[in-house]
């Protein structure tokens, strides 16, 4: 468990054993509240096992996903600043979550300055991360968009299926135009080309990607820049 969580890389052995063995333990289910935007956050959190998704409530009541946690990723890091949560953290499948009181964090950060180092590069790449996706949004195409979020799924919890790789938790149309920014009615109709297609199946709320290397042509091939016609120079003869 300790060589998958982030937060104890480059720690010494005993070093890490030592911050896991104080950690606290709760089984998650599916579902499951696991901090609320605007509570105080008053402790680190990792997930052992499962996933869960960050997602925040624009002030018109509009819902966007900002990202899906893997086991092992650092998540409510501003309790190390004595501050709110930004979002909400819920779980999308059973799992285990640990958790460490802030006070007991910061305590092991004076004491081994590599647990604050492994702490910036966890939010330097959610930085980069928000960074991309910002791009996108503004950018890209919703085709693209959601070929885009559906490759990240495939990378980051794709489990091979007999029918292709599938995302071993529910992921709704809706949590798609969430994750994308983008309206319901375009996301089903982009989802329902892609079935007739076959290049995707779902099963109660379960994605499976029958064709990984088409969804990613649908990404790939709309960023490659499309050769201009050539103007002839000659004239057209008159009559």
Same mark, same amino acid.
């Given at each position: 468990?300790?060589?998958?969580?982030?937060?104890?890389?480059?720690?010494?052995?005993?070093?890490?054993?030592?911050?896991?063995?104080?950690?606290?333990? %709760?089984?998650?289910?599916?579902?499951? &509240?696991?901090?609320?935007?605007?509570?105080?956050?008053?402790?680190?959190?990792?997930?052992?096992?499962?996933?869960?998704?960050? &997602?925040?409530?624009?002030?018109?009541?509009?819902?966007?996903?900002?990202?899906?946690?893997?086991?092992?990723?650092?998540?409510?890091?501003?309790?190390?600043?004595? %501050?709110?949560?930004?979002?909400?953290?819920?779980?999308? &499948?059973?799992?285990?979550?640990?958790?460490?009181?802030?006070?007991?964090?910061? !305590?092991?950060?004076?004491?081994?300055? %590599?647990?604050?180092?492994?702490?910036?590069?966890?939010?330097?790449?959610?930085?980069?991360? &928000?960074?991309?996706?910002?791009?996108?949004?503004?950018? /890209?195409?919703?085709?693209?968009?959601?070929?885009?979020?559906?490759?990240?799924?495939?990378?980051?919890?794709?489990?091979?299926?007999? /029918?292709?790789?599938?995302?071993?938790?529910?992921? !709704?149309?809706?949590?798609?135009?969430?994750?994308?920014?983008?309206?319901?009615?375009?996301?089903?109709?982009?989802?329902?080309?892609?079935?007739?297609?076959?290049?995707?199946? +779902?099963?109660?709320?379960?994605?499976?990607?029958?064709?990984?290397?088409?969804?990613?042509?649908?990404?790939?091939?709309?960023?490659?820049?499309?050769?201009?016609?050539? +103007? !002839?120079?000659?004239?057209?003869?008159?009559?």
């Amino acid at each position: 468990m300790i060589a998958s969580i982030g937060l104890f890389e480059g720690l010494e052995p005993d070093v890490a054993a030592a911050l896991l063995q104080q950690a606290q333990r %709760r089984t998650v289910r599916a579902d499951d &509240m696991l901090f609320a935007a605007g509570q105080p956050a008053r402790a680190v959190h990792v997930l052992a096992t499962g996933a869960a998704k960050l &997602m925040q409530s624009t002030s018109k009541g509009a819902r966007v996903i900002v990202k899906y946690v893997r086991p092992g990723e650092v998540f409510g890091s501003p309790a190390l600043l004595d %501050r709110f949560y930004p979002v909400d953290a819920v779980a999308v &499948m059973d799992g285990v979550e640990l958790l460490w009181p802030s006070e007991l964090v910061r !305590s092991f950060i004076d004491q081994h300055p %590599r647990v604050a180092l492994n702490v910036i590069r966890d939010l330097e790449t959610r930085l980069r991360e &928000m960074e991309g996706r910002l791009g996108d949004l503004s950018n /890209e195409p919703v085709e693209q968009r959601l070929a885009g979020a559906i490759l990240k799924l495939v990378e980051t919890f794709g489990q091979e299926a007999p /029918e292709g790789i599938e995302i071993p938790f529910p992921v !709704s149309r809706q949590d798609l135009a969430d994750l994308i920014g983008c309206t319901l009615p375009t996301v089903s109709r982009t989802l329902r080309t892609w079935e007739a297609q076959r290049q995707i199946r +779902r099963h109660r709320l379960r994605l499976v990607i029958a064709d990984v290397e088409a969804v990613a042509r649908v990404l790939y091939q709309a960023s490659a820049p499309v050769a201009k016609p050539r +103007r !002839s120079h000659r004239r057209t003869a008159r009559p």
